[in-house]
C-alpha cells in the first residue's frame, strides 16, 4: 500500500505569500498546497475536468519566474509568487463570458456612494436639509433613477432617508461645509459620511453552510475580492446536521435563540478577520449577502424552523429578506443592509438557487443538470424554458454518517481509493487514516464493481464467488465476521488507530441507497422535463461534495447518469458565489429573486412513481 | 361696566351628556358650555361667519325635546341631550360637499385590515408561511393594489412584510388554525392578529400646538371621532414660545431629548385617555397622524431645530416623515406608522399645510386667502393655478406678550371690549379680569379708532385732542404717567388684582407693528400673484386665534384687508383637521404632500420691496 500525496498535504507548514492575477488579491498560504487549492480559498475557481488530478490541463496559470504556463491542480506553491490566471482557466468567468456578460458589465451593485459638495442654505435657496440632499443626490444619479413610490419608515416620496439618519443632517451639513459622501442602496440613503469617501465601499457575501461559513470581503469599486475567511459554523456543537439543529429548537426554551447568536457571533468573527486582513473599517461594509439551506437561512435570521422537519415541511420565508444589520447584531454597519437569498422550498435553499444562477442554467438553450450533495441532494435540471428542482432524502452516508468507520473530510480521512494490484489510498493531510469520507466511500464503491468484488445488486461477492482474475492480495481483503462481510481497505498496521479500516456490505448497501435516492430524483426531473440523457449538455457537481469527488466514480456507481467527463464540471462554492453575485450586481440579484420564483419545485413524497423510479436506481450499472 | 358671561364661562360645573348625530360622538361636558363649543371640543367645525355672536345664524341645530332649531353659539347645554348638526351648518363638510367629495368616499384610509382564512400548508400547497400570507392579502385586496418595487427591511417584492413579523407567522398561522387578521400600511402588512379582529381599525390624529396638543381617535371603519383629549404642550415649562425651545435644546446638553421626551409623554398621556373613554385598545390604533409648525414637528421627531432660528433659516426635514411608533416611544400600535404631516419652510409647518387641504384652496376656481396667526402669522393665498404663502414676524403681541398688561386666552383675560357710552368687557370664565388677551387687544384698538380716541397714525388722544363726541366716563380714561398715555380698561376696583388694567401708548404700537407685519405679508402676495382685493373670494381665519378673533375689530385695524363680513370664515382647528383628514384618506395624504411641494414659499426677509410696504401698512384705517 502506498500513501499518495494528497493536494489536502499540510504536514510542511511554511507560509508563503501568493498573489492572484489579475485579481489583484494577496493571500498568505501554508505550504504544501497547490495553486488549484490556494486560488479557490481566495474565491477564484479554477477549471476543472479531470476532479484535480492533472488530466484534463484545464486549469493552466502562468507562475512568476516561469517560462511555459503549469497546471494549478499540481503545481505547488514553495515560494512568494505571483499567479495569473487566464479567463479560459477560469471556471466562472468562462460561464459569464459564454453568456456574454463581461465583467466591467458586471459589476453594479446596488449599494452606492455619491460625493456631494453642496450649496449651503441661503435666502434665495431655503430648501430644508433633506430636500437640498436629496435633490444632490438624484442629480446626482440622474432623474428618476432613485424614484420610489413607497415610504415606509422613511420620508416619503422620491429618493427616501430613514428618520435616523435626518436627525443628524444639520450637525453635519454645518460642521463639514456641506461636503457629504452618501451611501444609496435601492433608493434609499442609509448613511451620509463626512468628506469624500467615495473610494470606500465594501459588502460581504457569505456562504453560510451547516459546516463551514465562508465569508468573502469584496471591493465594490473595484470588484475585487480583497480577504476571504472561513471558519467552522458553532451552530455544530448544537446539532450536527440541519435535523438535530431544528430539534434543539424544540427541546431548549431558547434553542433559537442560541443557534441564531452563534451564527451571527461567527459572523462578527469573520468579519473582524477579513477586516483586519484587509484594513478596512467594518462599518464601511454596507451590505452582506448570505445564503445557505433554508434551515441556516432561518437560523440566521431567527426564525421558528420547526415547521421544515414536520410534514408537510414548508418555510417560514421563501422570499428574499432584507433587514438592517443592527437588528441582527451584525458588525457592519448598523444601517447596512443583511441580504438573504430567496429560498424555493423547505429543502431549497438559497444555496441551491446560488447554484442556478452560478452556472446560468436560467439562461441557456441546452438543457443542463445540476447536483448539490450533503445530507440532502439538491437537483436542477432544464433550461431557460423551464428549470425543475428536487430534494433528495440521500441520507448523510457520503458525509461520513452511518458508514461503519465513515467520517467528514477531515485530516486522516481516505478521500480516494484505487485497487489494482494493491489499493491505493489518498488520506487528507497525508497521515495515517482513521476513516473514511464521502469521495472515498464512492471511489471505493466505484473500484469493487470495477473489479467485480462487488455486483450490479450490491452483494459483496465472498470466497468462490470472486473473480479469478484478482490476486491473492486482494482476495484476501474479503472477510467474514459476525456482522456479515466486509472489504479490508486498510490494514490494522498502518492506520492511526490500529485496527483494520473496512468497508461492510452495509456500509455498500449505504452507498446504495443514498445513491439510488440522487439518481432517482435525477430520474424523476427527466421525466418531468421528458428529456432523455442525451439531450443533457452538461452536469455542473456544485458544493464541497462535487469539488471532491471523482467524477468518474460518481459515474461509476450510477450516482450520476453515464455522461461524458467532459461534460462534467465542478462549480466549487456555489451558494458563496451566488451570495457574492448577488452583492455585485443588480441584474443578478433580479435573477436570484426571479429564479426563486421560476425553479419549478417537484416534492418527490407526493410522486406516486417515485418509489418505482428509486427501485430501480438501486441497481448498480453493469460495467 | 358689564360683565357680560361669556361662552367660555365654566363657574357652574354640572356634567351633562351630548351626543352628537349622525356622528355618534358622545361626550360628557361640564356646564354651562354653548353646543358650538361642545361640538368643537368634538371635533365638529360649526359655521360661523359672525364669530359665535348669534347674528349670523349659520349654526343652526336641532336639540332633543325641543321642537325648533338653535343657534348652536348661544344655546347651552343645560342636561343630557342628543344634538343633530345639519351638513348645511358644518364649515367643513360643507367644503366637502361643496368639492364634490360624499363622505363615504372620503372615508378610504391608507390602513386597512383583512380577515383571512388561510389553507394551511399540505404536500400539494407547499408555499411558505410568508408566501401563503402574501398570496391571500393580494386576492383579498385584488391583483396589484398592494404591489410595490421597492422591499427595504423587508421581504422583497409585492406585499412587504417585516422580518420581524415573519418570525411569528409559523407559531400564528398553527397556533391559530390559519385564520388570522392582517393590519397592512401602503403596501406593508406590519401585524397579525389572531382570529378576525377586522372590526377593529383606530388612527389618532393629533394638532401638535405649541401651547395645546390636541388627540382625536379615530374609528377608521366608521369615520366615526370615538373620543378627543387635550393637554397643555407640558414642552410649555421649558420654553414659552418656539423661539425659547430652540434655544433650551442648544442651552442644555440634552434639551432636544428632554423636549422630545415631553411631547412624547404628553402623547401617551393623551392617548391613554381617549382609549379608557371610548374602551379601545391602544395596540389597535395603527397609525398617528401629527401636524404642527415645523418646530413642533421637529421636536417631536428628536430632530434638532437650531438652524430653523438661525438666517436663513431652514428646516432639517421639510418632507413628510414615516416613522414607526415604536421608535419614537408612542404608546400606539409598536409597528403603527407615525405620520408627520409635511412641511414647507421653517415657519409654514405642516399646520400651515393642514389649513391649506382643510380649506380646499387648492381646488378652488376663485382666489382665496386664508390667515393663521400665532406669534407669527403664516398666510395662503392663490386658487388652483397657484398658491403662494409667507410668514410674517408679527411677534407674540396677539399672544398676550409685549402688552403691558397682555395675557394669554386664559381664565381672566379680557377677550371682547366694547366702547359706546361706557366700557363693556367680556372676561373668560365670568370672573374678574386680570390683563387682557389677543382677540381683546384687537376689540380695544378697533373701538378706541371707532371713537377717535386713536387716530390712523396710531397716536392715543389726549385732553381736548379727544373728540366732543365722547362722554366724560369715556374721556376720563385717558390718563398720563411716566412712561406716556393710557387708556384704562378696567378700574382697579373691578379687576382680580386691584390694579387699573389700561393699553398704553406702547401696546397700542405693539398691536399695531404687529398687525402691519400681518398686513404687509397680505399685500407682498397679493403683489406677487397680481390680485386686488375684489378678486379674493373668500378669507379663511385658521387657528385659536381666528376663531375668536372679532372679524370686524380685525377688519377695522386693518389686520385683513376691508371685506364682506360674509366673505370671512372661520377654520377651526385646521392643524388637527388636517391631521385627520390625512388619516382618514389616502387622497388627502396625497394632497397634503403635493401641496407642501405647491405652495409657493414667498421669503419676506429676501423682498426688497417688503419694508415699503410694511411701512404703508402701519397706518391704520381711516373710518
Redesign the interface.
Known amino acids: 500500500m502506498t500513501i499518495l500525496i494528497g493536494k489536502r498535504d499540510r504536514l510542511n507548514m511554511n507560509s508563503y505569500k501568493v498573489t492572484f492575477q489579475p485579481d489583484g488579491i494577496q493571500m498568505t498560504v501554508n505550504a504544501p498546497i497547490t495553486l488549484m487549492e490556494a486560488a479557490q480559498r481566495s474565491g477564484i475557481v479554477l477549471n476543472t475536468v479531470c476532479g484535480g488530478v492533472g488530466t484534463c490541463h484545464k486549469c493552466m496559470v502562468k507562475v512568476s519566474g516561469l517560462p511555459e504556463p503549469v497546471r494549478a491542480c499540481q503545481h505547488r506553491v514553495d515560494r512568494d509568487m505571483t499567479v495569473t490566471i487566464p479567463e479560459s482557466s477560469r471556471f466562472f468567468e468562462q460561464k459569464i463570458l459564454q453568456e456574454g456578460i463581461s465583467r466591467d458589465e458586471q459589476l453594479d451593485p446596488l449599494l452606492c456612494k455619491h460625493y456631494l459638495k453642496l450649496s449651503p442654505?441661503?435666502?434665495?435657496d431655503?430648501?430644508?436639509?433633506?430636500?437640498r440632499l436629496?435633490d444632490a443626490v438624484e442629480d446626482h444619479v440622474g432623474p428618476g433613477k432613485h424614484t420610489?413610490?413607497?415610504?415606509?419608515?422613511?420620508?416619503?416620496?422620491r429618493t427616501?432617508i430613514s428618520?435616523?439618519l435626518?436627525?443628524k443632517?444639520?450637525?453635519i451639513f454645518?460642521n463639514h461645509d456641506y461636503a457629504v459622501t452618501v451611501v444609496c442602496?435601492?433608493?434609499?440613503i442609509f448613511t451620509l459620511e463626512p468628506g469624500d469617501t467615495s473610494d470606500n465601499l465594501f459588502g460581504l457575501a457569505v456562504d453560510v453552510g451547516t459546516t463551514t461559513v465562508v465569508a468573502q470581503l469584496i471591493d465594490l469599486i473595484s470588484g475585487k475580492t480583497l480577504a476571504i475567511a472561513s471558519q467552522t459554523n458553532p451552530q455544530v456543537s448544537l446539532g450536527d446536521d440541519v435535523i438535530r439543529r431544528i430539534e434543539y429548537t424544540t427541546s431548549q426554551a431558547d434553542g433559537l435563540e442560541q443557534l441564531q447568536h452563534r451564527i451571527v457571533e461567527c459572523l462578527n468573527h469573520l468579519i473582524a478577520e477579513v477586516c483586519k486582513k484587509s484594513l478596512v473599517n467594518h462599518e464601511q461594509i454596507y451590505e452582506m449577502t448570505a445564503a445557505g439551506n433554508a434551515t441556516m437561512q432561518h437560523l440566521l435570521?431567527?426564525?421558528?424552523v420547526?415547521?421544515i422537519a414536520q410534514?408537510?415541511?414548508?418555510?417560514?420565508?421563501?422570499?428574499?429578506?432584507?433587514?438592517?444589520a443592527g437588528?441582527l447584531g451584525i458588525n457592519i454597519h448598523p444601517e447596512g443592509?443583511i441580504y438573504v437569498l430567496?429560498?424555493v422550498?423547505?429543502h431549497i435553499g438559497g444555496d441551491t438557487v446560488g447554484v442556478a444562477v452560478t452556472t446560468a442554467m436560467q439562461h441557456s438553450e441546452k438543457i443542463n443538470l445540476a447536483l448539490d450533495i450533503g445530507t440532502n441532494g439538491e437537483i436542477i435540471l432544464g433550461n431557460k424554458d423551464r428549470l425543475v428542482t428536487c430534494s433528495t432524502a440521500a441520507g448523510p452516508a457520503f458525509e461520513g454518517a452511518r458508514i461503519g468507520q465513515g467520517m467528514r473530510g477531515a485530516h486522516g480521512a481516505i478521500e480516494r481509493v484505487k485497487l489494482d494490484e494493491e489499493v491505493k489510498i489518498a488520506v487528507i493531510g497525508s497521515i495515517q487514516p482513521t476513516g473514511i469520507c464521502g469521495s472515498g466511500l464512492i471511489d471505493a464503491v466505484a473500484e469493487l464493481l470495477r473489479n467485480g468484488i462487488v455486483d450490479y445488486t450490491g452483494r459483496l461477492l465472498t470466497g468462490d464467488e470472486l473473480p479469478d482474475t484478482l490476486n491473492l492480495e486482494i482476495k484476501q481483503r474479503v472477510v467474514e465476521n459476525d456482522k456479515g462481510s466486509a472489504f479490508v481497505l486498510v490494514r490494522a498496521s498502518q492506520t492511526k488507530h490500529g485496527k483494520d479500516i473496512v468497508l461492510t456490505q452495509r456500509d455498500i448497501r449505504e452507498a446504495q441507497l443514498a445513491k439510488a435516492a440522487i439518481r432517482a430524483g435525477i430520474t424523476t426531473l427527466m421525466n418531468e422535463l421528458e428529456v432523455q440523457l442525451e439531450d443533457i449538455d452538461r452536469l455542473f457537481l456544485a458544493g464541497a461534495f462535487g469539488n471532491y469527488v471523482r467524477p468518474e466514480s460518481a459515474r461509476r456507481i450510477g450516482l450520476i447518469p453515464n455522461m461524458k467527463l467532459e461534460k462534467i464540471q465542478t462549480v466549487g462554492n456555489a451558494a458563496g458565489t451566488g451570495a457574492r453575485l448577488s452583492l455585485q450586481s443588480r441584474k443578478i440579484r433580479q435573477e436570484v429573486?426571479s429564479l426563486a420564483q421560476e425553479l419549478d419545485?417537484v416534492?418527490l413524497?407526493?410522486r406516486t412513481d417515485f418509489q418505482n423510479i428509486f427501485s430501480e436506481c438501486m441497481f448498480f450499472p453493469e460495467a
Do not use: K
Not at 126 to 131: F, Q, V, W
Not at 148 to 157: A, I, L, M, T
Not at 185 to 188: I, V
Open positions: 442654505s441661503s435666502l434665495e431655503l430648501r430644508s436639509d433633506t430636500t436629496i420610489c413610490r413607497d415610504h415606509s419608515g422613511s420620508v416619503s416620496g427616501r428618520w435616523d435626518l436627525r443632517l444639520p450637525a454645518r442602496h435601492s433608493g434609499r435570521l431567527g426564525i421558528p420547526e415547521q410534514s408537510p415541511y414548508v418555510a417560514a420565508v421563501s422570499s428574499a429578506v432584507n433587514v438592517p437588528s443592509n430567496p429560498s422550498a423547505a429573486e419545485y416534492e413524497a407526493g
